[in-house]
C-alpha cells in the first residue's frame, strides 16, 4: 500500500511570498487532515477534511491559509502572505474512518526568512 | 492550555531492558488513546491504540496501559531495542472523532 504523498519535501521563501504544499492521500482513505508541527511540540490539527468538505477548519488561520481538496482526494494547503512564524514543518494524514489511525506522510518543512 | 502531556522530553535505556514512557491528559471527554513514533526526518507512524473501555493493549514487544481515574497512560517497550530510538508522540481524540491532540513527545535513546 503507497503511503501519504507529500512534496515538497523543502521549501525555503522570504516573507510576504506565497507557498504552497501538495498531498496525496492512501487510496481509499476519505478522511484527510493537515497538521503544523512546530520545532519541540507536536502536531496541531489545521483542517479535516470528510471527502470534499472541510468538517473541522476551526485552527486554520484563515487571513493568511487556505485549503481545497477538489474532488475528494488531493488536496493543497496555501500560505499567503507567509509570515517568520509560519515556518514549521507542515504534515499530511490520512484515514479511512473514525477511531482509525492517522497515516501521516514525510511532511514538508518550511523555512521562512 | 496543553491537553496532553508528556512531561519527560527524553529517556536513555540500554538495550533489553524495558523503556517506560508516560502521558498525562486532561480532558476527561477523551476515550481514544494512540502511541506514535517519529524518524528524523518522517512523518509519525502508528504505533499502538487503546480505547477506554480497556485498560491495558498489547502488540508484540509493545504494551499501552490506560488508568482513566489518574487520567494518564503509559508505553512499555520490552525488549528495547536500538531501532526504536524514535520521538514517541502521546495523542488522544474524543467522542468517536478522529481530531488527535498530541503531546510534546519524549526521545527515547536505545545504548547498546
Known amino acids: 500500500e503507497a503511503g501519504v504523498v507529500q512534496s515538497p519535501r523543502y521549501k525555503i521563501i522570504e516573507k510576504k511570498q506565497p507557498v504552497a504544499f501538495w498531498c496525496n492521500p492512501i487510496s481509499g482513505h476519505n478522511t484527510l487532515y493537515w497538521y503544523r508541527q512546530n520545532l519541540g511540540q507536536g502536531p496541531e490539527l489545521l483542517i479535516r477534511y470528510e471527502n470534499e468538505e472541510a468538517v473541522d477548519d476551526s485552527q486554520l488561520p484563515k487571513d493568511r491559509f487556505s485549503a481545497e481538496r477538489l474532488k475528494g482526494v488531493d488536496s493543497t494547503l496555501k500560505i499567503q502572505p507567509a509570515e517568520l512564524g509560519d515556518s514549521a514543518v507542515y504534515l499530511c494524514a490520512s484515514s479511512w474512518g473514525n477511531n482509525s489511525p492517522l497515516h501521516f506522510g514525510n511532511g514538508t518543512r518550511l523555512t521562512v526568512t | ?112
Not at chain 2, 28 to 35: A, E, G, N, V
Not at chain 2, 61 to 78: G, P
Open chain 2, 1 to 112: 492550555d496543553q491537553q496532553v502531556k508528556q512531561n519527560s522530553p527524553s529517556l536513555s535505556v540500554q538495550e533489553g531492558r524495558i523503556s517506560i514512557l508516560n502521558c498525562d491528559y486532561t480532558n476527561s471527554m477523551f476515550d481514544y488513546f494512540l502511541w506514535y513514533k517519529k524518524y528524523p526526518a518522517e512523518g509519525p507512524t502508528f504505533l499502538i491504540s487503546i480505547s477506554s473501555i480497556k485498560d491495558k493493549n498489547e502488540d508484540g514487544r509493545f504494551t499501552v496501559f490506560l488508568n482513566k481515574s489518574a487520567k494518564h497512560l503509559s508505553l512499555h517497550i520490552v525488549p528495547s531495542q536500538p531501532g526504536d530510538s524514535a520521538v514517541y508522540f502521546c495523542a488522544a481524540s474524543a467522542g468517536g472523532g478522529n481530531k488527535l491532540t498530541f503531546g510534546t513527545g519524549t526521545q527515547l535513546k536505545v545504548e547498546l
